[in-house]
């Protein structure tokens, strides 16, 4: 009351008595003064300046006129609970047209001071501005100590304009003002009239939702989550001073938690935006002038808002046993499989060497034994009798009991004969000698251009060259995945700070109606989910390795079958294999930090190492001789990594770069093909014109004669349709996900090599034995149902983050789990088939001459 007391309803020259009587420190104080400088410097200059106080009510229309001779206060005060937070919240509307100066509002609080002009002007891109005559601003309201009190507030209203404004005043209260948990509550909000309400944790409940829904797509809107503080920004221009923010058309969500809001509550702002470009809508036109003022049309939104709690601490236990317990499992079966099957052979040896009619000296004879009767042999010495389909011992091929005249019409050769060439293939341990002698090149003319080539022919080379060829793919890719992962941690830990710094939420498109934080990580079960990855990745690391040891002891003991029998055995590519899975698992990890179009490569570089390896171990399966060393892989790898960068960079949109590389597909694609369908016995320099005139010429033209190749032609033809198909179609559509684009071309590729190969192995009078084909069949269902949930498209880079928002969706497993999630389960357990697939699909060959297996 002292305030009130010291005016009066009408005076002149008045600034002495307000100047005294305003004794309370604060910001208000100061503006105030500065208010109260204004005034009394229009009087020291002869100006007369009317002030008029008013005491005003709640929800009372107030219709009034301002000029630069009359300021007007309306004093209103209400009843402040502790318990009990009621909104208040101002709207005015200018009535006149054309003004001169703009009216000023000042709203002084207690602790809080709030000012506008109307009308008000927004600005939008490109120094757009907006005016708006209509303006509703919800006052912030102090925490109050005491149980109640009666807190008093004041508008002022004051212009520069020489002519008189008429203008509407409203105070009212805001009834709804606290948001209540599971309860939808629905208001309009405009770029001018932003809405804003309170929310406070209830007991028990750690983790909030908030939700914040739409039918309009447009006017684009702001979501954001700020403390319990004055002022509370809530207009286009710094909305994203504090807090956390989000853009959003149709749907909006942030997880809260209680351990950022030491008063256990905070507020729900609501801004509509000036412009729609921030939401992918369309970008009004220039104006025409610098200062033109622009009709922003209606653009009110109606918007419903929910918070609701989140998942507790058991969920996440839940999640993260589930996760686990999945793999653990798939560890479980294979060791009981691996058990199995070792019983099985170990039967099948048993029933083969003791016979009801053999002898007990025909029997030691077998085993091994000598005429003492000691030492026998080590069971890791006999290979399987029967066609032996299990995962972890089909390497383990016969001994010397295979070998005897019993060998089932296979074995034609002598051991002498064999352990001779052995001894001979070991005369260079070093492949590039081979390669350095006249005879030895003009011998793999003869051999690599026969019309039908065996394994054989291309498994001429020493193995333990050739194994220390294929090792360099593991070492070189653990090498690269050092180097890579490295920086990319640091990055992605960079993204993450960010975000939780400036609350920015559209840095990442995650799927926020189903992201659950973590520590400093926002979406933790996208992370979570990428173990299956990691962890089947080191089990087929752990299946090669056993693989790997069977092997070499058949080796080391000279074994028939491993020395001339089956498909030659490197599993260099397999390990590299297993390292690039595990990798991907990690920097999936790293991509779901902060998922957004910029580190989407992380996702994707090594699935492009996947596909590579695949059908390089698909080629070396039968060509173990000819295929690409590890460096020259690499560089290819590395090329197309190259080009999903400069695609994601520069490719939106950009019909040179398309052109570029549509070009670059096609030449790659035919040279590809002449050095699959010549088995590299061809030379690329300047006589390559004159000899392709040649074989078109006396080929097409002088006769027209089939292909010597016809399978190979066969497969090169079906491959470059493909990719002339592809290339065309990235050339016409030229679609925004260029990473998305480059790796399907490499799975088309891979789809087809394997599809080629199994029509082939059939056509050979091969089989695919049980195992294999139950992996086939198994993997193949997996692949469908994990490609039904990657499509599902919960969030897309290739929009805006309030456009991506749109595709959100609830978890749909254990309320912990999305669609995502399961993609990532589903597709680390296909890839693991995958590579089994690989693994198993020529064991019916292991007892069969290598110059009986046809090359394809």
Not at 54 to 64: G, I, L, Q, R
Not at 101 to 108: A, M, T
Not at 143 to 160: G, H, I, K
Not at 186 to 199: C, G, I, L, R, V
Request: charged share 20%; glycine share 6%; hydrophobic share 40%.
């Amino acid at each position: 009351m002292l305030f009130r007391s010291c005016w009066k309803s009408r005076h002149k020259n008045s600034c002495g008595p307000a100047a005294d009587c305003w004794i309370r420190p604060g910001p208000a104080a100061l503006l105030w003064i500065c208010v109260t400088h204004f005034v009394c410097g229009g009087a020291a200059l002869g100006v007369t300046k009317n002030v008029v106080q008013k005491d005003a009510e709640f929800d009372v229309t107030y219709n009034d006129t301002v000029t630069s001779d009359n300021q007007t206060i309306y004093a209103f005060n209400q009843t402040v609970s502790r318990n009990k937070t009621e909104g208040v919240r101002v709207s005015v509307d200018v009535l006149s047209e054309g003004l001169e100066s703009p009216i000023l509002f000042v709203v002084r609080q207690k602790q809080a001071v709030l000012s506008f002009q109307v009308p008000l002007i927004l600005r939008g891109l490109y120094q757009r501005k907006y005016p708006y005559d209509h303006v509703g601003r919800t006052l912030c309201q102090p925490p109050s100590r005491a149980a109640s009190e009666t807190q008093y507030f004041y508008v002022d209203v004051s212009t520069l304009s020489s002519q008189g404004t008429n203008y509407q005043l409203r105070v009212s209260r805001v009834e709804s003002f606290t948001l209540l948990t599971d309860k939808k509550f629905s208001f309009t909000a405009s770029p001018s009239q932003p809405q804003y309400f309170k929310y406070v944790f209830r007991d028990g409940v750690d983790t909030v939702i908030v939700k914040v829904n739409s039918d309009m797509t447009f006017p684009c809107s702001v979501m954001s989550v700020q403390d319990i503080q004055c002022p509370v920004y809530d207009l286009d221009n710094n909305v994203a001073f504090i807090g956390m923010y989000q853009t959003m058309t149709k749907k909006g969500a942030i997880t809260v938690q209680r351990k950022d809001f030491p008063s256990n509550s905070f507020y729900v702002v609501v801004v509509v935006k000036t412009e729609d470009e921030a939401c992918g809508g369309p970008l009004r036109f220039y104006p025409l002038r610098p200062d033109e003022l622009m009709d922003a049309g209606n653009r009110s939104k109606r918007i419903d808002v929910v918070v609701t709690p989140a998942i507790d601490s058991k969920v996440y236990v839940m999640g993260m046993l589930f996760c686990l317990g999945i793999f653990f499992s798939i560890y479980l079966l294979t060791f009981i499989g691996a058990c199995l099957e070792k019983k099985r052979m170990k039967e099948t040896r048993e029933d083969y060497l003791n016979p009801a009619d053999m002898s007990p000296a025909e029997t030691a004879s077998l085993l091994g034994k000598n005429e003492d009767g000691k030492t026998p042999v080590s069971p890791y010495e006999y290979g399987s009798i029967a066609d032996n389909g299990s995962t972890l011992s089909s390497e383990a091929i016969t001994d010397s009991a295979t070998s005897t005249d019993n060998n089932y019409g296979y074995m034609e050769r002598s051991l002498d004969s064999v352990g001779r060439s052995r001894r001979e293939s070991l005369s260079s341990v070093e492949e590039d000698d081979y390669d350095t002698l006249d005879d030895i090149n003009s011998d793999k003319n003869i051999v690599r251009t026969k019309k039908f080539l065996y394994v054989s022919d291309l498994s001429r080379k020493d193995k333990r060259v050739l194994s220390k060829k294929y090792q360099i793919y593991f070492w070189n890719i653990a090498t690269i995945a050092v180097f890579y992962a490295l920086p990319v941690i640091q990055l992605v830990i960079t993204y993450q700070t960010v975000v939780n710094v400036t609350g920015n939420q559209d840095i990442c498109y995650y799927n926020f109606l189903c992201a659950h934080p973590l520590g400093a990580l926002s979406a933790f079960n996208n992370i979570l989910s990428n173990v299956g990855y990691v962890m089947l990745g080191l089990l087929f690391l752990l299946i090669v390795l056993k693989r790997d040891i069977v092997h070499n002891r058949a080796l080391d003991r000279n074994d028939h079958n491993a020395l001339e029998c089956g498909i030659p055995k490197h599993f260099g590519l397999f390990y590299a294999m297993g390292t690039a899975l595990m990798m991907e698992g990690l920097l999936s990890a790293c991509y779901h930090v902060c998922p957004n179009y910029t580190n989407f490569q992380f996702d994707t570089s090594f699935m492009y190492m996947i596909a590579g390896l695949c059908m390089l171990k698909l080629y070396q399966k039968r060509h173990p001789d000819i295929n690409a060393s590890a460096y020259t892989a690499y560089a290819c790898l590395a090329a197309v990594i190259f080009f999903s960068v400069l695609g994601v960079v520069f490719g939106r949109g950009n019909t040179v770069f398309w052109i570029v590389f549509s070009v670059i597909h096609i030449l790659a694609t035919l040279l590809l093909s002449t050095q699959l369908y010549y088995m590299g016995r061809w030379r690329l320099d300047s006589g390559i014109m004159r000899r392709m005139v040649h074989v078109i010429y006396t080929d097409f033209i002088r006769q027209c004669s089939t292909p010597m190749y016809i399978d190979r032609m066969v497969l090169l033809v079906m491959g470059n349709i493909v990719n002339w198909s592809l290339a065309a179609y990235g050339l016409l559509e030229r679609p925004n996900d260029f990473a998305s684009y480059l790796l399907a071309i490499a799975i088309c590729n891979l789809l087809l090599y394997f599809a080629f190969y199994i029509i082939m192995k059939l056509r050979s009078g091969e089989r695919i034995q049980c195992l294999a084909l139950v992996l086939i069949l198994f993997t193949a269902v997996v692949w469908g149902f994990a490609l039904f949930f990657f499509f599902q498209g919960l969030s897309t880079w290739q929009k805006t983050p309030a456009e991506s928002r749109e595709h959100n969706r609830d978890c749909i497993l254990l309320s912990f789990f999305d669609d995502h999630d399961i993609w990532h389960f589903l597709s680390s357990i296909a890839m693991f088939g995958s590579f089994l697939i690989l693994l198993t699909m020529d064991d019916d060959v292991d007892h069969v001459p290598r110059d009986k297996i046809f090359v394809f």
